[in-house]
Structure formats: C-alpha cells, structure tokens
C-alpha cells in the first residue's frame, strides 16, 4: 500500500523525501549527509540501504550495505540491483514487485539475496518510491538481515535436496549444484549450459517427469516454485543446443508455446555461479 499522511513511514524514507526537496545533483550528497547524523547508522543494526533510479540502476549505497553485501560503493554504485539476486525468487515474483513500485506503492516482502562472494543471506526488505511532482525519480530499498526460522527452513531444504512435488532438485539444491559444478572446471574446463525454464503450471508434473528421464549423469534439474525449472546440462557451449535439448526433452508433453527459457553457458557468459543463474533467468523472454 502508499505511504500516507496517516502512517509513520521509516525515518530512512522521510529523510529521503526531504534531499528531494532539494536540486537532483544534490540528492545522493544530501541524502548521505542526512543518513550519516542519524543516531541509528552509527550502530550494528543500521539497516542496509541503496537508491536506484527507476530502472534499478544503483546511484548510492550506505555503509551498512557494503557491510551485509561485501560490494563497496565504488563496486555496486552504476551496477544494476539485481547483482543482489540469489536467482531464489522466480521471473513472476520480481514481475509482481515491478508492477507494485511502478505503480508507486511501497513493496515489502522477505526474500534471499546473494552478496559479493556468493553466499545466500535472508532479509527483509522494503522499497520505497520517492516521487518528485507526482512522479518515481528514485527508489530507496532499506534491507534488515534476518536470522531465525527462515534460515533454518533453507537449510532443512539443502539438507533434504528433492522437491517432492515434482521429484527434482529443490532451488536451493540446485543452485549449491552449479556452485559445485563451476568448482569443478577449475580443474576440468567444460562448456555446460544453465537454463531458466519458465513453465505453463499444467505442464510442471509430466514435465518435470520428461526432464529428469532426458538427464545425463551429471546433470540436475531443480524446482523453484511458480513453473519455474533450473536445468544444468554438461556440454552444451550455445544457446541455441540449450534450447534444442530442452525442445527434445519436452516434445511429447509440452506443445513449443508452453514453455519459455533462458541461457548462460559457462564460461563463456559467466565464470561464477550466481552470474551464470542470474543472466539464464534474466534472458527468459
């Protein structure tokens, strides 16, 4: 919902509202300024916080970001945010945020995030949109690291490694899967392909029992939830065999208009495992 008159918005968001009030070429100076005096952000529990502009390119992170991510300013700042993403949440949960901030409300959920040297971390975060004359000319994401029963049920489901539903690897399974699997070319350089599969949901069950039949010996498969599939298959160094393999392990279930997908082969387009899942879920069409 939008932050009105009669709720108490976070003093992070009324600190940034006030720098807009100022010229645009004083915001992230202004804002840092404000931020910095603020009793809070000289503590532990400062929360994590960076402006993007509407796009999500990041203009200005604090030092609590740099602390929870391990990317310092100079490396985050004209990055865009999803350097962030741990590839934990789907296509369609970032499409329902988009559609939230866009819209010009506020977004808060509890989500798994990736930092610097490739370790999930949870938080929760909200995204505040910061409108100027009625329009978003940035947005402020404040994140507080969580570390309690969320945590604990990532680790149960690494520990327990199958989704039952569909008798793949679970997401986080599968994404430990590529981590290992990049480890692994360190010292035996292989071309391998990962693909974000997004599914039509009548399609998951057969699917799901087609691919895990099309799997060699060292490929896996994980489900994320939503229709989405994780494929890592060994040899394949272009898109378009990526795509062909996924078309011959569906081709009795799924009609070509059912499913979508998106490539990264390693390392030709990534050389560390949150990239390469990162840029296959980001080149789903």
Known sequence: MAISEQQSPPAEYQLAQQALKGADGHLLAALA???L???A???RQAPS???TDPTGLILWVNAAFTQLTG????QAVGRNARLLSSGQQGRRFYRRMWECISSGQVWSAETVDCDRYGF???IEQSIYPLLRCGAIHYYLSVHH???DQRVQRLEAERRRGVDEASGLLTGTAFLDRIGDRVRQAETASRHFAVISLQLAPACIEAAAGDIRG???RADCAGHFGDGQVGLLINDLSTTAAACNWVSQALKTTCERHAWQAGVAIFPIHADCAGRLWRIADDNVP
């Open 49 to 51: 916080m960076f402006i």
């Open 145 to 147: 690291e969580v570390a």
């Open 120 to 122: 999930r971390y949870v």
């Open 214 to 216: 099309a799997l060699g």
């Open 37 to 39: 005096l603020e009793p």
């Open 41 to 43: 952000s000289q503590s």
């Open 33 to 35: 300024e404000r931020v």
């Open 71 to 74: 990317y310092t300013a100079a």
